[in-house]
Every structure is written in C-alpha cells, then in structure tokens.
C-alpha cells in the first residue's frame, strides 16, 4: 500500500505542470491567419486595376453578368445585365470582407446583384418570398492570380471572379456596354428569324429569350423531329457568354459573338467565323414548333394586324350575337390550345358576365399532314360551350369544314388559314 | 510524515511558471469598417445623443436565419432615420425631457429592405426583442409620400418604446379587466370582432399587455382625430370600453411618467403630418 502511495506521489510529482509550451504548427494563431487572409482577399479585390467581371445563373434558368469594382474604404461600383439601368448607371454600395464560417464577402447594402434575391416580386419577379434563390453573401472557396472562386451562404451560389480587361472596364463605364445590349434587343425583335448553317446544309433556327436569358438552337432530325439545344446565356461585353457549350455534331461553341459594325451575331468554330444569318420566316415551319415552343394561339376580341376581311367581320358578328343573346355575354380572350400527344385541340372561349369570366369549351381532335394541314373534328361538348354553341356556330362550322394551316405572322403572332376559303384567316398571340 | 519531501517538492515544483495572458486576439473588438457620411450622420444624430445604434448594414445573425431578405438601399437609410428622429424622439423630448428618453429608448435599430415573408402568406413589418432592438423591414419601399406606411413603421417603434414603459412601470391592473376575451389565435378574429369587445386592434387581443401597447401606439400614431374614428367605427359596447382604456393609458402616463398624453399625441401627429 505504502509503495503504491509512494508511485502516485512520484508519479504525480513527474506529471504535474510539465510547461512544455504548444505551439502552432503554422507559427500564428488561427486569429491571426484569418486576419492575413481577410487583408490578402481585400488587396486582391482592390487591387484588380479594371475591376471584376463576373456572372450567377440562377437555379430556375437563365444568367446575370455583373461588373464590379472595390476600394480600399469598403465600397463598390457595380454594372449589370439585370436590368437596362444595371446596364446604364453604375450602382455604388458597400461590401465587407469578414470571417463568418470562413472568410467572406458580403454586399451588405442593396445592388443590382439583389434584385435577384429580393424576396419582393414586386421588385424583379421570381417566387415570393425567396426570389430567384441567388445568394448575396459569398464564402471564398480559393484564389488564383486573375480569379476568385466564391460559392453562396445560404444557396450556395457559385461565383467565379475574373479579372476585368481595360477594354471591358472602358465598355462598362463608357455606356457601350449599355448601347450593345439595346442595339442587341433591337435587332433581335427586328429580326425574330436567325440560323446557322454548318457544312452539313441543315439550318439550325438561333432562338434568343432575352427576358429569360435562355439561348435555343431548334432543328429537324433526320426523323423530321423537332430537336432543342438550349442553354441559360449572359450578356458579355462580346455578346452573350453561354451557361454551357452548345454542341451539334462535331461544332461547339459555347459565345456567340455581337458584331457592332455588321449588325450581326457570329460564333467561333476553330477560330473559324461563321454568321448567323437572317431568315424571312421561321426556319422550322411553324406547326412543328407546336407542342415545342408555344401551346396556344390567343385571339383576342379586339382585332390585331393579319386578320381577314372575313374573320373580322365574322368576329364582330359572334360578339355581336353573344351581347344582345339571353345572358348578355361580353366576348374575352379566345385560346386555341394544342395537346400535341394526344392530337387534341380545345377552343377555348372566355366570356364576361357582370364582370365575371366564364369559359365555354369546344374540344376538337385533329390530324396533320406532314406539311402541316389540319383537319379538325368537334367532339361533343357541354356546359356553358352548349349555351353559346349557336353564337359560335360561324367559327365552328369554319373549323369543321375547312382545313388549316399555320404560319408565323409578323415575327411574333400565329396565324391559321382556311385552304378551301382563302379570304378566311386570322392571327393569335403564342403562348 | 515520511512523505513530507516529496510533498514539498511538489509544491515546489508544480506550476511554477507564470505566464502573461498577453495573447494577441485580432477581430474582437465589434466590427469596424471606414466610416462613410451616413455613418457620421448616424453618429451625430444617434449614437452620440441617444445612445442608439443603427444597423444598417446586412448582418444575418441580427435576422431570421430561416428567410430570405435583402439589405436596405443606402440612400433609403436616412430618409427613415430622419422620419423615426422627428416623430418619435422629437416629441417625447419635447414632452418628457431628454432624460427620461435616453434612459428608456430601444437602443438598437436593425434595417432591411424587404418585407419578411411568412410561411401563413403574410408578411412582417417590424419585430422588436426585449425592448431594445427593434427590427423593421420593407424599407426599400418606404416613401414619405405614403403616408400609411409610414404610420405602419412609426406604429411598430411606438408598439416597442410603450412596452419598456409598462415594463418599467406597471400599468393600473384594472386596464386588464375593461375587456374580456384575451386570446393567442387573436388573427383568427377579425377587427370588427376585435372592435366590438373594445380592442382596438386585432392584436390588441392577444394579451392585456399588448392591449395596453396598441392603445398607446395607436392614440399616438393615428392622432386624436385618427382615434376618435376607430371609436366611432365600433359598436357602443367597445367604444366605451375604449374610451375607458384611453382614460386610463392618459391618467398612466400622468401619474407615472409625469407625461401629458394629450400634449404627446398633438406633438405626434404635428410631426408626422409635417414630415
């Protein structure tokens, strides 16, 4: 016992407050390395001459490029694509570099950069309440000599920050950043119908969505099937920079390049160019985009420009009818919708009375001759299409009778033409 | 006692070495970062004065980690600042002096520019903790011209200053027994409901002290002529329960704070409606 005493007494006497000091095997504290990193991170940010350009693509599609400049005292300068303001008017605002989990850059007051995560659909669209799910509050993954990786806090947004060019930096703050994208949507809404041609003859119709920043090459297989290549795009001071490479056969291109002198986009084959060229109607015939890019043709009760002396007097007539018939009924909006797979078409009419819309339904089914002429069959309908089929009667005996084929009118309506009764045409809105 | 060397030597050798708790801890300290005009501006006008601290600058950890919201435009922060300084501060240093304001008021202003949506399809205007932060939002959208909203905000910070008050001092008890019908599911009851049992909002029923709050920060943001129509507006019942309320917050204010109500209220509303 007495020995056993004695081992503990030694034994504590040997262990106790042995003062080896422990130190870092990195030399500082981890305080202190943060602290050097923040500093690194902001003198990179600062110190990059022309600035960062750099770009989000949101989960729900489509891409927003931003250019951006910081100094020393913690402020930025920002451009966009967002908005044609974003484009115009540098947004000047605040930014902090700080350790939140890891080393972070947050934008801590309002940019363009947070119309994308405004919560407020009153401000730039997307779902209420969360936005278009784009974070403003950036950890920093890693850095490299002309770049910086971020990815989002909350969304995990991924970043990449590239160092701006002087050419970029004098295309934003000299406004021609902003002229190209006005002159690009010009020139887009003047000219709805592009392709390109590679050596195999086919021409890919070029599709450019610049509300929602979506990018489509359409063309037929060799099944005479519609095929889509389509990828999110951002403005870039060349034109738009493509979320992913377009590749169809052995060609990919992932810009597609502005050319301001020529009024004209162009891609980069190899170095190669090649034009995207100007068509006078849609390359893909028109009945082959339904079921692709739109579903309905929209007639409203007003007439718009590629009606027939015919239909418009048929129109007027109908609502006539429908005013002065036993429920007083104002004509709204009329949808022939397409089901392409179940080869159904279904006119919708939708009818206002005492300020409530009501909606009569004739459903069709149809065939199509691969040149595009449908032939239409009424099916039976009821409810309110059963209290209104004698007003509708002139429209209905039209689609019953005759056969139809479809056209893009004007770059951006549909139009449907009787064959049997040429003077018999009219034209909707694509939905 | 054949162990008493060793003992000693233990004492003697245990923990002999002192060591300076010197160790250089960078970032503690608050934040810091270069100052621009609006910082002076909130300097000179808050912090110095009053002792409160305007946050405008997006800090996740001061908000619901749970929503989505977006920082206030700086250019918004003092067109806001200026509206709370001259419709809540100004009149109750007019009124009840400097010192008695200092001493009570929320000392923390947290900014943000959007609403704060909720899962019920709603959305929050304000909240505020344990009456020194208040949090307000949908800042971005705060326009001098409209007029409601500016009274919505300037409701949620006179809602807070009057819960320090009873906080500090208790209100008459009898003020918990003029209305019956206290509730938690108060927004499933609508005004008129709320109105006839003499509440005068529909959060005034959720507790006899939030009760106690909205009739303070009603009487003072809507202004007597603004009071008087919300009593008008309910049935005899309440609007005598509310006149019963109203006399009781006046006679509250006198006795304990030595606060004219009436002259708050006219001070009040003179502000807002010369904003």
Redesign the interface.
């Known amino acids: 016992m007495r020995t056993h ?2 081992y503990i ?2 034994l ?2 040997l262990l ?2 042995r ?1 080896d000091k422990t130190t870092s095997i990195f030399g500082e ?1 981890p ?2 390395r ?2 050097k990193a923040l500093a690194d991170y902001k003198s990179r940010l600062t110190g990059a001459a022309y600035g960062w350009k750099t770009a989000v693509f949101p989960p729900a599609g489509g891409g927003y490029s931003f250019f951006m400049t910081f100094d ?4 930025v300068t920002m451009y966009g694509d967002v908005t044609a303001d974003a484009a115009t008017t540098p947004e000047n ?2 930014y ?1 570099l ?3 989990q890891r080393p972070s850059l ?5 940019t363009y950069l ?1 119309l994308l ?4 659909p009153n ?1 730039y669209g997307g779902v ?4 278009y799910y784009v974070d ?2 950036y950890a920093i993954d890693s850095v490299a000599t002309d770049s910086i990786k971020l990815t989002g ?2 969304y995990g947004t991924k970043m990449i920050f590239v160092k701006a060019t002087k050419a970029e930096h004098d295309a934003y703050t000299s406004g021609q950043f902003s002229d190209q994208l006005t002159n690009i949507q010009n020139f887009i809404a003047d000219f709805p119908w592009q392709y390109l041609q590679f050596a195999d003859g086919k021409k890919l119709q070029v599709s450019i969505n610049t509300a929602t920043k979506n990018f489509t090459l359409i063309y037929l297989d060799a099944d005479g099937k519609v095929q889509l290549l389509s990828t999110a795009f951002y403005f870039s001071t060349d034109g738009l920079y493509l979320q992913t490479p377009i590749t169809y056969g052995s060609y990919t291109f992932n810009e597609v390049f502005w050319d301001a002198d020529n009024q004209v986009f162009y891609i980069k084959i190899n170095g190669a160019r090649i034009d995207v060229q100007v068509a006078d109607n849609s390359i893909i015939p028109m009945h082959q985009l339904l079921g692709v890019s739109f579903t309905s043709i929209v007639v409203p009760p007003q007439s718009i420009p590629g009606w027939s002396a015919d239909f418009t007097t048929m129109w007027k007539s109908i609502a006539a009818s429908l005013k002065s018939g036993n429920y007083g009924l104002t004509l709204y909006y009329t949808y022939f919708t397409f089901d392409v797979s179940q080869q159904v078409m279904k006119l919708d009419v939708y009818i206002i009375q005492n300020n409530r819309l009501y909606l009569a339904e004739y459903p069709y089914t149809y065939t199509k001759t691969t040149d595009g002429v449908f032939d239409f069959t009424e099916q039976a309908y009821q409810g309110n299409a059963g209290l209104i089929a004698t007003d509708m009667a002139p429209l209905r005996n039209r689609l019953r009778n005759d056969h139809f084929t479809m056209d893009f009118y004007a770059g951006t309506l549909g139009q449907l033409k009787s064959v049997e009764n040429t003077g018999f045409y009219f034209t909707g809105y694509l939905e | 006692m054949k162990y008493l060397p060793i003992f000693l030597i233990m004492l003697i050798v245990a923990c002999s070495k002192k060591d300076h708790l010197d160790t250089d801890l960078p970032g503690l300290g608050g934040e810091t970062w270069v100052k621009g005009p609006l910082d002076f501006w909130l300097d000179t006008n808050f912090v110095y004065p009053y002792n409160i601290e305007v946050k405008y600058r997006f800090d996740r950890y001061e908000l619901s980690l749970n929503k989505d919201l977006v920082p206030i435009t700086e250019s918004q922060v003092a067109p806001v600042m200026s509206t709370i300084s001259k419709t809540w501060i100004k009149p109750y240093t007019d009124v009840a002096g400097d010192i008695f304001f200092k001493k009570y008021c929320q000392k923390q202003f947290v900014l943000v520019g959007s609403p704060q949506y909720n899962t019920n399809n709603t959305v929050t205007l304000g909240t505020a903790e344990g009456g020194r932060k208040v949090v307000l939002f949908d800042l971005n959208n705060f326009s001098l011209n409209n007029k409601p909203g500016v009274r919505q905000m300037l409701h949620t910070i006179h809602h807070e200053f009057a819960h320090i008050l009873h906080q500090t001092i208790m209100y008459p008890v009898e003020f918990k027994t003029i209305s019956t019908g206290y509730t938690g599911s108060w927004n499933d009851y609508s005004l008129a409901e709320a109105l006839a049992r003499g509440f005068v909002t529909q959060y005034a029923r959720s507790a006899p002290d939030e009760d106690f709050v909205e009739m303070v920060s009603t009487m003072l943001v809507e202004g007597k002529s603004g009071f008087d129509a919300i009593v008008a507006s309910a049935p005899s019942d309440g609007a005598a329960k509310l006149r019963q309320k109203e006399e009781v917050v006046v006679r509250y204010f006198k006795e304990s704070w030595n606060i004219d109500f009436y002259t708050l209220q006219t001070t009040t509303q003179t502000a807002i409606n010369n904003l």
Do not use: M, N, W
């Not at chain 1, 947050?106 to 309002?110: N, R």
């Not at chain 1, 995560?117 to 407020?120: E, I």
């Not at chain 1, 209420?128 to 936005?131: D, M, S, Y």
């Open positions: 005493i004695l007494l030694v504590a006497c106790s407050c003062k504290t305080d202190q943060l602290e020393t005292a913690g402020r605002s605040t902090r700080k350790a939140v947050l934008f801590d007051t309002y947070h995560a405004d919560p407020d401000v209420t309440g969360q936005g403003f509050e806090i909350t």
